[in-house]
């Protein structure tokens, strides 16, 4: 039987020459299995928006409502945490949750799921750290140091509360990557150990065909269970995109 | 530990191709307990093409979708707030339209009453004055019956006397076969009356 981590395993498909960058590093620019996924997430993306959005009217169809249910679920989100500045960033934060939200869907119905490969979970994590800080300094400059220095703290009290308050900024996208890879890794592979029981218990006789048929409702439970995971996933990711933004962008003034 | 020797298994595989690849990899192998994720080989491409989808993605987002959503957005909170606008400015109307109509119809029915009053008033105006000049009629009619009958009441107590006298001559005469005078008469009548 098939081991539970052979679903991530990255099997390369079309050959593409390989760059190097200055320092000697190699990237294969081959396509493989994560690769495809990531390419059909957002091509099912842009297909769905691009027939939700072609005959936009004001009295919707069903496509454009899906359209519009998502777009605004996010916007008014983005809205309350960031506020009216909001609509500036909405794209990226848009983008990231359906990106996501697709890739985590996709992989409920392909064998092969995009965010449960660190390398993609890590890049978006620190696309979002980068365009914070991009926005931070851009908006603040030499301010950007109140993100550690809350105020209104006695000085004493800002020896503990800056390293901390360090730590926990530069932590962020070690758990916005791992969050978003760890969730995904360890459903998939439950699912996998557990679809694994069936036919092993399956093959005992009587007794065991009874008894898979635990690990059959386990499975179901879990898939479903999955779903959710799927969505909720690209959801946290895309509210904790906005209040890392929200920091940096309404830096210093309580709102 | 049958598990132990599944999770072993795929592993031996990309190390043997890790080998073909002449790449360091081996060395993270070693150590990275088997999960496919860890193979750093195909980081780069990974990352390289997630950078290249999601900026597709992006521009197309903020380029094309997101405006076109907002513009429908927008135009249908327009619609609605000027179709309710509209509808409160028609029921306003309706509303000043209705009142005016019942203050129309309670001056005309005030307009009523006040004509239905003044008929009545004329109405027994002209029957009072009727009944005045029929009664005035009346009277006058009752008086000259009244004159008339005196008269002919006078008239007839003055030919009583008359009639006596010649009665009474009539009479003397035919008693006595002579015509007694007209002055003896006439006394004896007024003696008798």
């Known amino acids: ?255 | 530990m049958a598990a132990e020797d599944t999770l072993t298994a795929p592993g031996a595989a990309p190390a043997a191709l890790e080998g073909a690849h002449a790449g360091t990899a081996p060395a993270e192998h070693g150590g990275g307990g088997g999960l496919p994720q860890f193979e750093l080989q195909y980081w780069g491409g990974q990352i390289v093409w997630l950078l290249l989808i999601f900026g597709v993605l992006y521009v197309l987002m903020s380029r094309v979708f997101i405006p076109r959503l907002r513009r429908v957005k927008d135009t249908r909170a327009e619609t609605i707030a000027s179709a309710v606008a509209e509808a409160r400015r028609v029921q306003d109307e309706a509303d000043a339209q209705a009142s005016a109509a019942r203050a129309e119809i309670e001056q005309a029915r005030t307009r009523a009453r006040a004509v239905a009053a003044e008929a009545k008033a004329k109405a027994n105006a002209e029957f009072a004055a009727r009944q005045a000049e029929a009664d005035a009629r009346i009277a006058e009619d009752l008086a000259a019956a009244e004159t008339r009958i005196r008269t002919l009441r006078d008239s007839a107590m003055a030919s009583v006397g008359d009639i006596a006298v010649d009665t009474a001559g009539a009479m003397v005469e035919r008693l006595t076969g002579t015509a007694a005078s007209a002055a003896d008469l006439r006394a004896a009548a007024q003696g008798a009356a």
């Open chain 1, 1 to 255: 039987m098939a081991s539970p981590m052979e679903q991530f395993e990255i099997h390369k498909g079309l050959q593409l020459p390989t760059v190097e960058l200055p320092g000697g590093i190699l990237i294969d620019l081959s396509l493989n299995n994560s690769i495809m996924a990531m390419l059909i997430a957002a091509g099912l993306i842009i297909a769905f928006f691009a027939v939700a959005t072609s005959r936009a009217a004001v009295v919707p169809g069903r496509t454009q409502l899906i359209a519009e249910g998502l777009f605004s679920y996010i916007d008014d989100m983005a809205e309350g945490i960031i506020g009216h500045e909001s609509r500036k960033f909405f794209p990226y934060i848009f983008s990231i949750f359906l990106f996501v939200l697709s890739m985590n869907m996709l992989g409920m119905f392909l064998s092969f799921t995009a965010t449960s490969q660190l390398a993609v979970t890590v890049t978006l994590a620190l696309m979002t750290f980068a365009i914070v800080l991009v926005v931070g300094f851009a908006r603040n400059g030499h301010r950007m140091y109140k993100l550690f220095v809350p105020s209104g703290v006695p000085w004493y009290m800002l020896i503990l509360v800056t390293p901390i308050e360090l730590i926990s900024f530069f932590l962020r996208p070690v758990t916005l990557a791992l969050r978003l890879f760890g969730n995904m890794l360890g459903g998939h592979v439950a699912l996998k150990v557990f679809a694994g029981f069936i036919p092993a218990l399956a093959t005992l006789g009587a007794v065991g065909v009874a008894g898979a048929i635990l690990p059959l409702a386990g499975v179901v439970a879990l898939t479903a269970l999955e779903f959710l995971v799927a969505f909720l996933q690209a959801f946290v990711f895309a509210v904790l995109t906005c209040v890392y933004l929200n920091d940096v962008v309404n830096l210093g003034d309580h709102h």
